[in-house]
């Protein structure tokens, strides 16, 4: 009887220990994703950046400006080409905007419309305003270690939350170990299919951190289509309030 209640006690024990570890494993990957989240965000960010969109055949480049406060409110000021320049993007909370000053109108984007091809790239709606958060609608497995471009990098799952209003049935990230900055990812769609690998590189310093100054966002079945979204500039945690990101300041910000 004694043998019997020990080998439960055993079981038990084991159980607890594999418990508290597999706890353990999914709490520092969601750690690992939020810093590489908080790298790249800061408490607020401004930047200067180029995205240049390939197609078979031909080629286009559209320049902006960029503010953001934390993951909730993110404004893109288009700065070139002539056709476009002056439309500003906005998103506060769970809303987008788009002021277009050739009719002089603020056109809401709806939800449904997040999942869309943002100015004709191959990034969406989502990616650019970064409307779902990688670190809150998601959770997190470490699925081992790779080496990219010559940096040790977790590899880390990213599986949607029950009710996750997401665009991405998964998502894998390669974060590197050391320096905790993105260096790719692949996101699924809802059968599990590869869609859109992103690969960053050309690491910089941007003030007080290193970071990627390119991201190539490539759309895998279909040859001769990428994006590639290049930062000239970035500056963190400036005293950008959440009053800055408006509707009313959508026609007037330079």
Partial sequence: MKQKNLKKLR????????????????QNATEIVK?????MNGKTSESIASMTIQRPGWSRTVSMKTWSLGND???ILITAPAQDKGQVFLKRNNEMWNWMPSISRIIRIPPSMMGQNWMGSDFTNNDLVKANSIVDDYTHKILGSETIEGYDCYKIELTPKPNAAVVWNKIILWIAKKQSFLLQAEYYDEDGKLVNKEILSDVKKFNDRELPATLEMI??????KKTILHFQ????NTPLKESFFSQQNMKSVR
């Fill in 219 to 224: 759309p895998v079945k279909e040859k001769g």
């Fill in 11 to 26: 079981l038990l024990v084991t159980v607890i220990l594999l418990f508290s570890f597999t706890c353990a494993r999914s």
């Fill in 73 to 75: 409110y993110y404004m």
């Fill in 233 to 236: 500039q970035m500056t963190f």
């Fill in 35 to 39: 810093k590489a989240n908080d790298l």
